[in-house]
């Protein structure tokens, strides 16, 4: 009985506590949320008289590409996007004087460094100062040092480094620890180029990863040298050399003219004040773009813009706690209904996916097409990828724009399971499977490997949509399927390897892409437009709902199974099974990323 009432008492204790958790949880959320508003209020309040306004900009947060959904967004610096819009606006807009910017130390996509440069030369252009200022390029990449070469000054805090040298990738390969524990993979890939499937079963790169892998790499470094030379006053050839000679000190890059002056941020800041002229005022970028005057009336015709961030799914796109993925359903309802809305002149695709599921993929490729039969252009933005169930979705638009360090291509696929009967063994567990019907039910087993038949039988599924792919990507760009063919076989490419290649139009970011649907619409270039997102961004509420809307059911069912996973092994082997889809296929790229 003791035993009984201490069972009983303790489970009303656990509920209390449980409920005094989540309650306070809810309470600093919604707080967060109000706090959101309120800020938004005194922005308004703040910064509606102002003139003269110097913009600040921390490219040291990592951002998004597009905006985030999740209710937690109001945390987040501007994604790209929201970013190229405000710098965009900002260049024409006479209360702003100058930009002052914090340069990322380390690393950053290298699409994402190429836009921000291109968006800070423009505003340089337009007569107003970009003064940069870095406490140093210490992570060995160029990709900060680019984000900033469009600056007037590149200020440096005299005590760091500059180490901005090169580029260079670190590929993980499970293959040795999966051996080592028991576990066998069984991939079939797309072709030798979808190297992927490469990191699950080997211990090292091959010829076609390792030839692939430098190329855009390759690719990406003639780019950075190429924006940030005459931005320099120097020769492309001049700041290889100077840059391949480092690391320097503070005072050795400023002697070689890879910055222009020493100091502290304080000071930087203040130079820029001093640039600006009486009267200036520092506004943080995210302030500036919650308060920009909206820039046409409510009749000016309407771009529409569908944002495709993460993994490709089937279903609802998902948003929060870093879950970020591209619902097929999501996608292409919103194409139907940008399509059928009467105000929609264009629409804007902009992509920033590894790829994902191929039936998601051909769902959103045949509302993109849907739209284009209505007579409402669409054109394909990417962001720092694009690639396989990326560059999928957006084959069949009008025209893809793509930034020239854009990471796109990798037609192919891969797919397949991992053994663990003997991992299982190893620890006295039996999984023993038992089937009726054909025998195809059992290859989806991780309990034992393929048969030859099983195994037949899936490489014809995945040659199909392979087939099905470069099919699709032929017809979208209108290309003779023997071209996409010799393109294909899953290799990555640059945007700028792209353009050259046909499987991409035009290099630009998304300013480009807003002003190539104003052409395509038939508006002039200076025609003041809308730009609406489809579908609507849900408020916090909304996102709120969505993010909490799960049952205790499932809460319960999340914590056991955590319980179960918590050992390196199976947290190695859950992060290469869950980049198979449950379709049996992957268009997924590779995860490598240009440091």
């Given at each position: 009985?003791?035993?009984?009432?201490?069972?009983?008492?303790?489970?009303?204790?656990?509920?209390?506590?449980?409920?005094?958790?989540?309650?306070?949880?809810?309470?600093?959320?919604?707080?967060?949320?109000?706090?959101?508003?309120?800020?938004?209020?005194?922005?308004?309040?703040?910064?509606?008289?102002?003139?003269?306004?110097?913009?600040?900009?921390?490219?040291?947060?990592?951002?998004?590409?597009?905006?985030?959904?999740?209710?937690?967004?109001?945390?987040?610096?501007?994604?790209?996007?929201?970013?190229?819009?405000?710098?965009?606006?900002?260049?024409?807009?006479?209360?702003?004087?100058?930009?002052?910017?914090?340069?990322?130390?380390?690393?950053?996509?290298?699409?994402?460094?190429?836009?921000?440069?291109?968006?800070?030369?423009?505003?340089?252009?337009?007569?107003?100062?970009?003064?940069?200022?870095?406490?140093?390029?210490?992570?060995?990449?160029?990709?900060?040092?680019?984000?900033?070469?469009?600056?007037?000054?590149?200020?440096?805090?005299?005590?760091?480094?500059?180490?901005?040298?090169?580029?260079?990738?670190?590929?993980?390969?499970?293959?040795?620890?999966?051996?080592?524990?028991?576990?066998?993979?069984?991939?079939?890939?797309?072709?030798?180029?979808?190297?992927?499937?490469?990191?699950?079963?080997?211990?090292?790169?091959?010829?076609?990863?390792?030839?692939?892998?430098?190329?855009?790499?390759?690719?990406?470094?003639?780019?950075?040298?190429?924006?940030?030379?005459?931005?320099?006053?120097?020769?492309?050839?001049?700041?290889?050399?100077?840059?391949?000679?480092?690391?320097?000190?503070?005072?050795?890059?400023?002697?070689?003219?890879?910055?222009?002056?020493?100091?502290?941020?304080?000071?930087?800041?203040?130079?820029?004040?001093?640039?600006?002229?009486?009267?200036?005022?520092?506004?943080?970028?995210?302030?500036?773009?919650?308060?920009?005057?909206?820039?046409?009336?409510?009749?000016?015709?309407?771009?529409?813009?569908?944002?495709?961030?993460?993994?490709?799914?089937?279903?609802?796109?998902?948003?929060?706690?870093?879950?970020?993925?591209?619902?097929?359903?999501?996608?292409?309802?919103?194409?139907?209904?940008?399509?059928?809305?009467?105000?929609?002149?264009?629409?804007?695709?902009?992509?920033?996916?590894?790829?994902?599921?191929?039936?998601?993929?051909?769902?959103?490729?045949?509302?993109?097409?849907?739209?284009?039969?209505?007579?409402?252009?669409?054109?394909?933005?990417?962001?720092?990828?694009?690639?396989?169930?990326?560059?999928?979705?957006?084959?069949?638009?009008?025209?893809?724009?793509?930034?020239?360090?854009?990471?796109?291509?990798?037609?192919?696929?891969?797919?397949?399971?991992?053994?663990?009967?003997?991992?299982?063994?190893?620890?006295?567990?039996?999984?023993?499977?038992?089937?009726?019907?054909?025998?195809?039910?059992?290859?989806?087993?991780?309990?034992?490997?393929?048969?030859?038949?099983q195994e037949a039988g899936y490489r014809a599924l995945a040659e199909d949509v392979y087939e099905d792919f470069t099919r699709r990507a032929a017809e979208g760009r209108d290309l003779p399927l023997a071209r996409i063919q010799t393109l294909a076989r899953g290799r990555v490419w640059t945007g700028r390897q792209a353009l050259e290649l046909g499987l991409v139009d035009e290099i630009g970011g998304f300013d480009a892409a807003l002003a190539s649907a104003q052409e395509l619409a038939g508006l002039s270039a200076n025609q003041p437009v809308r730009l609406k997102r489809y579908p609507a961004r849900p408020d916090g509420l909304e996102a709120l709902q969505a993010l909490l809307g799960v049952s205790v059911e499932g809460v319960e069912s999340a914590a056991a199974l955590n319980r179960l996973i918590r050992s390196p092994q199976a947290q190695a082997l859950l992060r290469a099974q869950s980049r198979l889809e449950a379709e049996e296929a992957s268009l997924t790229a590779p995860q490598e990323a240009p440091r």
């Amino acid at each position: 009985m003791k035993q009984f009432w201490l069972t009983v008492f303790g489970s009303i204790v656990g509920v209390i506590a449980g409920a005094l958790i989540c309650i306070t949880f809810l309470i600093f959320l919604i707080g967060g949320l109000i706090g959101a508003a309120l800020e938004d209020a005194g922005d308004a309040a703040l910064t509606s008289p102002g003139r003269n306004m110097v913009l600040t900009i921390d490219l040291r947060t990592p951002r998004l590409d597009q905006p985030s959904a999740s209710p937690f967004a109001f945390a987040e610096p501007l994604s790209m996007v929201e970013l190229s819009r405000a710098l965009e606006h900002a260049r024409t807009d006479s209360r702003v004087s100058a930009v002052f910017v914090r340069a990322n130390t380390l690393s950053l996509p290298a699409a994402q460094a190429e836009e921000i440069s291109a968006l800070l030369a423009a505003l340089s252009d337009a007569g107003k100062p970009v003064i940069a200022h870095a406490q140093g390029f210490e992570g060995g990449s160029v990709l900060p040092y680019l984000a900033v070469g469009g600056a007037d000054e590149i200020w440096m805090q005299d005590t760091a480094s500059f180490t901005a040298v090169g580029l260079a990738v670190e590929t993980l390969f499970l293959g040795g620890l999966f051996e080592q524990f028991g576990v066998e993979p069984q991939m079939i890939q797309l072709h030798e180029y979808k190297n992927a499937a490469d990191t699950l079963t080997r211990d090292g790169y091959t010829d076609a990863h390792r030839e692939a892998t430098l190329s855009w790499l390759g690719s990406i470094y003639e780019v950075a040298l190429e924006t940030i030379a005459p931005a320099r006053g120097l020769e492309v050839e001049t700041l290889r050399s100077r840059l391949e000679a480092g690391p320097y000190s503070a005072e050795e890059a400023l002697d070689l003219g890879l910055i222009d002056r020493l100091g502290h941020a304080a000071e930087a800041r203040q130079s820029v004040l001093d640039r600006a002229g009486s009267g200036s005022s520092l506004v943080e970028i995210a302030v500036y773009h919650r308060q920009m005057t909206p820039p046409a009336a409510p009749q000016a015709p309407v771009i529409a813009l569908i944002e495709a961030q993460g993994d490709i799914v089937t279903g609802a796109s998902e948003a929060g706690f870093g879950a970020v993925s591209v619902g097929g359903d999501t996608l292409a309802d919103a194409l139907d209904a940008a399509a059928r809305a009467p105000d929609v002149a264009a629409i804007i695709l902009r992509i920033d996916s590894p790829g994902g599921s191929p039936i998601a993929s051909d769902q959103i490729w045949d509302a993109v097409m849907r739209a284009r039969q209505s007579g409402t252009p669409v054109i394909a933005s990417m962001g720092a990828m694009a690639a396989s169930g990326g560059y999928y979705i957006a084959a069949p638009a009008d025209r893809i724009i793509a930034n020239a360090s854009t990471l796109t291509g990798s037609i192919g696929m891969f797919g397949g399971k991992f053994v663990i009967d003997e991992a299982l063994g190893r620890v006295g567990l039996n999984l023993e499977p038992l089937h009726v019907g054909g025998e195809y039910a059992l290859a989806q087993s991780v309990s034992q490997p393929w048969s030859e038949a099983q195994e037949a039988g899936y490489r014809a599924l995945a040659e199909d949509v392979y087939e099905d792919f470069t099919r699709r990507a032929a017809e979208g760009r209108d290309l003779p399927l023997a071209r996409i063919q010799t393109l294909a076989r899953g290799r990555v490419w640059t945007g700028r390897q792209a353009l050259e290649l046909g499987l991409v139009d035009e290099i630009g970011g998304f300013d480009a892409a807003l002003a190539s649907a104003q052409e395509l619409a038939g508006l002039s270039a200076n025609q003041p437009v809308r730009l609406k997102r489809y579908p609507a961004r849900p408020d916090g509420l909304e996102a709120l709902q969505a993010l909490l809307g799960v049952s205790v059911e499932g809460v319960e069912s999340a914590a056991a199974l955590n319980r179960l996973i918590r050992s390196p092994q199976a947290q190695a082997l859950l992060r290469a099974q869950s980049r198979l889809e449950a379709e049996e296929a992957s268009l997924t790229a590779p995860q490598e990323a240009p440091r």
